[in-house]
C-alpha cells in the first residue's frame, strides 16, 4: 500500500487501513518536504520500545537461532532504562540462550515492528541488532520463562530451516546479512 503524506488524519487512516487488511504487507509513505513532520506524527501514534539483540556466529561459521512460540527467531529483548544498547544485546542474548563468552564484531542496521499488546497499545519497537562472535564451544540453554523452547546452531546449507519459519522483518536482515 503506498499513500501520500497529506496531513495527520491521512496518516491515521492510512495506517488503520493497513491493520485491517490482511493482504496488506507493506505501508509505504511518500513525503517530499513534509518528511519530518511525516516522522513525528507517525511515531506519537505508538509506545516506543528499544530491544537489542544478535546474530550470533560461531568458529564454525554457524549461526544461532531460539524457537519461540513455534518460530525461529534471533536472540533479542527490551533494553533496560538508560541501558547502553549494546550492553542490552549482550545481556539478552546470554539469558534467552545460555552463551557467556559473546564479543560483538560489528553494528547491523536496526528492525522496527508494531504490535499491540496486552493493555490494546500500539507498540513500535525498534530493535538495534549486532554482529557477534561466540570463539567458545558452550551449552545452549533456552531461557523457558521467555517461552523459548530451543536454541539451535545452523550451518549455511541449512539456514533455509530458520528461514522459512521467521518473521517478515528478521528474514530481510538475515537475507541483507547473509546475502543468501
Known amino acids: 500500500?503506498?499513500?501520500?503524506?497529506?496531513?495527520?488524519?491521512?496518516?491515521?487512516?492510512?495506517?488503520?487501513?493497513?491493520?485491517?487488511?490482511?493482504?496488506?504487507?507493506?505501508?509505504?509513505?511518500?513525503?517530499?518536504?513534509n518528511f519530518a513532520e511525516a516522522c513525528e506524527i507517525f511515531n506519537k501514534m505508538f509506545t516506543r520500545i528499544e530491544a537489542g539483540g544478535g546474530i550470533v556466529r560461531n568458529?564454525?561459521?554457524?549461526?544461532?537461532?531460539?524457537?519461540?512460540?513455534?518460530?525461529?527467531?534471533?536472540?533479542?529483548?527490551?533494553?533496560?532504562?538508560?541501558?547502553?544498547?549494546?550492553?542490552?544485546?549482550?545481556?539478552?542474548?546470554?539469558?534467552?540462550?545460555?552463551?557467556?563468552?559473546?564479543?560483538?564484531?560489528?553494528?547491523?542496521?536496526?528492525?522496527?515492528?508494531?504490535?499491540?499488546?496486552r493493555k490494546g497499545r500500539e507498540i513500535l519497537k525498534e530493535t538495534y541488532?549486532?554482529?557477534?562472535?561466540?570463539k567458545v564451544d558452550q551449552k545452549l540453554v533456552p531461557q523457558l520463562e521467555e517461552d523459548i523452547t530451543e536454541v539451535r546452531w545452523f550451518s549455511a546449507?541449512?539456514?533455509?530451516?530458520?528461514l522459512q519459519n521467521t518473521y517478515a522483518s528478521l528474514r530481510q536482515l538475515l537475507v541483507s546479512y547473509l546475502q543468501v
Open 59 to 117: 568458529q564454525k561459521a554457524e549461526y544461532l537461532f531460539i524457537k519461540r512460540l513455534g518460530v525461529w527467531d534471533l536472540p533479542k529483548g527490551k533494553l533496560y532504562i538508560k541501558e547502553p544498547v549494546q550492553d542490552g544485546a549482550l545481556r539478552e542474548v546470554r539469558e534467552e540462550t545460555g552463551l557467556t563468552n559473546l564479543e560483538i564484531t560489528m553494528q547491523l542496521p536496526s528492525t522496527y515492528h508494531i504490535y499491540t499488546d
Open 157 to 162: 546449507g541449512d539456514l533455509n530451516i530458520p
Open 1 to 33: 500500500m503506498v499513500i501520500d503524506y497529506t496531513g495527520k488524519s491521512s496518516l491515521v487512516k492510512a495506517y488503520k487501513h493497513f491493520c485491517r487488511d490482511t493482504d496488506c504487507v507493506k505501508l509505504i509513505i511518500k513525503t517530499d518536504t
Open 129 to 134: 541488532w549486532f554482529e557477534m562472535l561466540c
